[in-house]
C-alpha cells in the first residue's frame, strides 16, 4: 500500500526529516527540557493536577464511608474499579510493544515514539494499581495478597485470580520500569553535562549513574537493553491473559470463554496505540518535533491500530457465533440482553466507536491528516472503556436468576475517582515530558545516514 510522502509525492517518507545531524537531534530534543518552561505547560499541568485531586477526595471519602458510596449492588458486585482497571492495563502495552517487540524486529520508525509510549507504560499501570487496591475493601491489608513470610502463618490463596493480577501486574511493571530507565541512561548523561544549573547536574549525573559513553558502558548497555526487550516481549502477551481470566475461568454467561486471552490482548494493544497517538499527535505540535514524530509514525501506528480493531471486532463476532452455536440458553439470552437490554446503547455505541470509526483509516485522506487520526483514537479509547462495562455489567445483572436481577451506573463517586486517575495520567505525563527527553536523542541519532555510514565502515574493517 502505497503513501504519500509529507511532500506530497508517492513514495516511503523517511524515518526522519532530512537536513538533521547529530549535533541538530541532540539540540533539538534536549532543549525541550533544558529551556525555560512554557506557559502553557503550567496551564496545563495546574488543570491535570487539579483534576487528580479528585481522585484523592474521593479514596479519603471511601476510606471513610466505604464501598456503599459506589454503585455496587446485589448482582452486580463488580463496577467501576474492575472496569478501570482492565482499561487502563491495556492502554499500557502499545508501550511494551514499541519498544520491546519492534526493537527485536528491527524497525527504526520506533525510535520517535518509545520513549513517551514506555513513559504512557507506567503512568497507566499506576493508575490501573489503584483500582484493585480500593476495590479490596481494606486497602491498608492489601499486603496479605503478597506471599511474604509472617507470624501468623497467612499465605495467599493462590487459586483466586485476584493473586494472578498481583503477579501479572507487578511483574509487567517492574520489566517495563527497568526497561524505561535503562534505556534513558545515556541521554541522562546528555542532560547532564548540557545543563547550565548546578543542581541539574548533580540530578541529571546521579540519574545517569557514571555514564561517560566508554566502550565498555555501551557493550554493556547493549546487552542489558536487549536482555529487557527479551524479558518484556512475553509480557505484552501474558499481563493481559491473565487479566482476562478474572473472567474467563467465572461460570456466568458472557465471561466463560476460551476466547477471552487472545480477545483481551489485542484489544489492549488496540487501546494502546490509540492512547499513544492521542498523545504523540497533540506533542509534536505543541513541542514543534514534527521533524522527528513524521507522517510516516501516525501512518504505521494508524494501521496497527486498524489491524488489531480488526481483530477484535472478529472477536466480537465470534461471541455472538458461539453463543449460538452451543446451544446454551444463558449464552443466547447475555448476546439478546447487550442487543436489546437495558445496556444495548452502550453495546451499539462500542461497535460505532471500535468497529466502525476505525474503518476511516482505509482512507488515505484520513490516514495522511493527523488530527482526523486523533479523532479515530479518541472514539476508541471511549469505545474500548464501553467495551470492559458492557462485558462486566451485562453479565452481572442478568445472571441464572431472575429474581436476583438489577441494573447498576456508577455514582459521582465512582466518575470522581475515574477522571481523577485521568488527572494523575496527564499530571505524571506533563511532568515527563518537562524533566525528561520524551525522545530518545541516542537512537535518533543512530538512524541519521551519516550515523549508518560510519556503522557500515566500521562493520567492514572489522570483517
Same mark, same amino acid.
Given at each position: 500500500m502505497a503513501d504519500l510522502s509529507p511532500d506530497g509525492r508517492m513514495g516511503k517518507p523517511p524515518v526522519l526529516a532530512p537536513g538533521h545531524t547529530p549535533a541538530t537531534v541532540t539540540d533539538h530534543i534536549s532543549a525541550i527540557v533544558l529551556r525555560q518552561t512554557p506557559r502553557w505547560w503550567w496551564v496545563a499541568f495546574g488543570i491535570s493536577f487539579l483534576v487528580m485531586q479528585l481522585l484523592l477526595v474521593g479514596i479519603a471519602y471511601l476510606? !471513610?464511608?466505604?464501598?456503599? *458510596? #459506589?454503585g455496587v449492588n446485589n448482582p452486580v458486585g463488580w463496577g467501576f474499579a474492575i472496569i478501570n482497571f482492565v #482499561? #487502563?492495563?491495556? *492502554?499500557?502495552?502499545?508501550?511494551?510493544?514499541?519498544?520491546? *517487540?519492534?526493537?527485536?524486529? %528491527?524497525q527504526e520508525w520506533r525510535t520517535s515514539i518509545? %520513549? !513517551?509510549?514506555?513513559?504512557? =507504560?507506567?503512568?497507566?499501570?499506576?493508575?490501573?494499581?489503584?483500582?484493585?487496591?480500593?476495590?479490596?475493601? %481494606?486497602? @491498608?491489608?492489601?499486603?496479605?495478597?503478597?506471599?511474604?513470610?509472617?507470624? &501468623?502463618?497467612? @499465605?495467599?490463596? !493462590?487459586?483466586s485470580p485476584l493473586i494472578w493480577d498481583v503477579f501479572a501486574v507487578s511483574t509487567y511493571a517492574t520489566v517495563s520500569a527497568l526497561f524505561w530507565y535503562v534505556g534513558l541512561i545515556p541521554d541522562l548523561a546528555t542532560l547532564r553535562d548540557r545543563s547550565r544549573r548546578r543542581w541539574k547536574k548533580i540530578v541529571y549525573g546521579f540519574a545517569s549513574m557514571g555514564w561517560r559513553g566508554h566502550a565498555a558502558h555501551w557493550h554493556n548497555y547493549e546487552v542489558a537493553y536487549l536482555l529487557l526487550a527479551g524479558l518484556a516481549t512475553p509480557l505484552v502477551v501474558s499481563v493481559h491473559t491473565v487479566v482476562s481470566f478474572d473472567f474467563a475461568v467465572g461460570q456466568i454467561a458472557g465471561w466463560h470463554a476460551t476466547i477471552f486471552p487472545p480477545y483481551f490482548v489485542?484489544?489492549?494493544?488496540?487501546?494502546? !496505540?490509540? &492512547?499513544?497517538? =492521542?498523545l504523540a499527535i497533540p506533542l509534536r505540535e505543541a513541542f514543534g518535533l514534527k521533524d522527528f514524530i513524521t507522517l510516516r509514525h501516525i501512518q504505521n501506528m494508524a494501521k496497527i491500530m486498524l489491524t =488489531?480493531?480488526?481483530?477484535?471486532g472478529y472477536g466480537y463476532l465470534v461471541e455472538i457465533f458461539l453463543a449460538f452455536y452451543s446451544g446454551n440458553q444463558y449464552e443466547e439470552f447475555m448476546i439478546l440482553n447487550r442487543i436489546q437490554g437495558p445496556y444495548k446503547i452502550h453495546w451499539w455505541a462500542l461497535l460505532l466507536c471500535n468497529v466502525l470509526a476505525p474503518q476511516l483509516i482505509w482512507v488515505r485522506r484520513v490516514r495522511n491528516s493527523p488530527w482526523l487520526v486523533f479523532l479515530?483514537? &479518541?472514539?476508541?479509547?471511549?469505545?474500548m472503556w464501553l467495551e470492559r462495562f458492557v462485558?462486566?455489567?451485562?453479565?452481572?445483572? %442478568?445472571?441464572?436468576?431472575?429474581?436476583?436481577?438489577g441494573t447498576y451506573s456508577g455514582t459521582r463517586w465512582d466518575w470522581a475517582i475515574y477522571v481523577g486517575t485521568i488527572g494523575l495520567f496527564l499530571s505524571l505525563l506533563f511532568l515527563f515530558v518537562r524533566f525528561l527527553p520524551m525522545i530518545s536523542i541516542f537512537e535518533m541519532r543512530t538512524i541519521l545516514p551519516e550515523a549508518k555510514d560510519v556503522h557500515k565502515k566500521t562493520g567492514k574493517a572489522q570483517g
Open positions: 476510606v !471513610f464511608e466505604g464501598v456503599g *458510596i #459506589w #482499561w #487502563w492495563i491495556g *492502554i499500557g502495552h502499545a508501550g511494551t510493544l514499541i519498544s520491546a *517487540i519492534l526493537l527485536l524486529l %528491527r518509545n %520513549r !513517551f509510549a514506555e513513559a504512557m =507504560t507506567l503512568f497507566a499501570v499506576a493508575c490501573a494499581g489503584v483500582f484493585p487496591l480500593i476495590h479490596v475493601g %481494606r486497602p @491498608w491489608l492489601a499486603y496479605w495478597l503478597l506471599p511474604y513470610p509472617n507470624t &501468623m502463618g497467612l @499465605w495467599p490463596n !493462590f487459586r489485542a484489544g489492549a494493544v488496540f487501546a494502546g !496505540f490509540a &492512547m499513544v497517538l =492521542t =488489531t480493531g480488526l481483530i477484535v479515530v483514537a &479518541m472514539f476508541v479509547n471511549v469505545g462485558i462486566v455489567v451485562t453479565s452481572l445483572s %442478568r445472571d441464572f436468576l431472575p429474581s436476583s436481577w
